[in-house]
């Protein structure tokens, strides 16, 4: 049994082969961009509006609404970021439905590279928010002997986000695969739009720990700065 899309290998060149996961991404990634280049080509401003650029407006609204309530903060500096890693997490896991697509989720190499954008986007929007100096002293806190283990938390919650993803997709793909094998019928379709729902549900909380990750950076010292000015003041 295949168990995840890195093992469907398509074409092979001495080292190099060409899988199921980079084909599957690469289609994703168009699929989502020509999507989104169709639907904005004509956008109307008025109540007439096509099926499509309405969807999409509740998808981009509901998605800074949800950015707003995490961060408490102005949602537009972060919606590209975090509305990328949920339409495409949301899309590979619901394209799981096409017969002979692999989600790129189900990869460990990508859920892995998923959580790297998160490791390097927090201190990149910690930085822009606090300056160097602000962002950097929450690792000495509350004592700089707190420095290990504040880097340790900063890399192992960025490897269970990159294990959570992986394995719920993972499961959910092999369940399935059992399913057919002995019932196949009533059973596996089911599983499938069980695992539609399990899929947006992993987009959904992937992309809100990432915001929650980044909202930490962003105020981490929001509290000390304005006991400062208040001492100031006083």
Not at 8 to 26: C, K, S, Y
Not at 208 to 223: P, R
Request: some cysteine.
């Amino acid at each position: 049994m295949q168990i995840t899309p890195d093992q469907v290998v398509f074409w092979q060149w001495g080292d190099f082969a060409l899988n199921a996961t980079i084909v599957h991404t690469w289609a994703v990634m168009a699929l989502l961009a020509a999507g989104a280049r169709i639907i904005t080509l004509r956008l109307s401003d008025t109540e007439k509006m096509s099926p499509w650029q309405n969807l999409l407006e509740v998808v981009v609204v509901g998605m800074g609404r949800q950015i707003r309530d995490v961060s408490q903060q102005d949602p537009k500096q972060y919606l590209p970021f975090i509305g990328t890693l949920f339409l495409f997490i949301a899309v590979s896991n619901i394209l799981a439905v096409v017969p002979g697509f692999r989600p790129p989720t189900g990869s460990l190499s990508t859920t892995t590279a998923l959580a790297i954008c998160v490791l390097v986007a927090v201190p990149l929007y910690g930085i822009a928010e606090r300056g160097i100096g602000g962002y950097l002293r929450k690792y000495i806190q509350p004592t700089v002997f707190m420095l290990p283990f504040n880097l340790i938390g900063e890399l192992s919650r960025t490897v269970a986000l990159a294990i959570r993803l992986y394995g719920n997709v993972m499961s959910g793909t092999v369940i399935v695969a059992i399913l057919i094998g002995l019932i196949p019928f009533f059973f596996p379709v089911v599983m499938q739009v069980l695992g539609l729902l399990t899929g947006l549900i992993q987009a959904y909380i992937f992309a809100i720990l990432a915001m929650v990750y980044i909202a930490s950076a962003t105020h981490a010292h929001a509290g000390e700065d304005n006991d400062a000015g208040t001492g100031h003041r006083r």
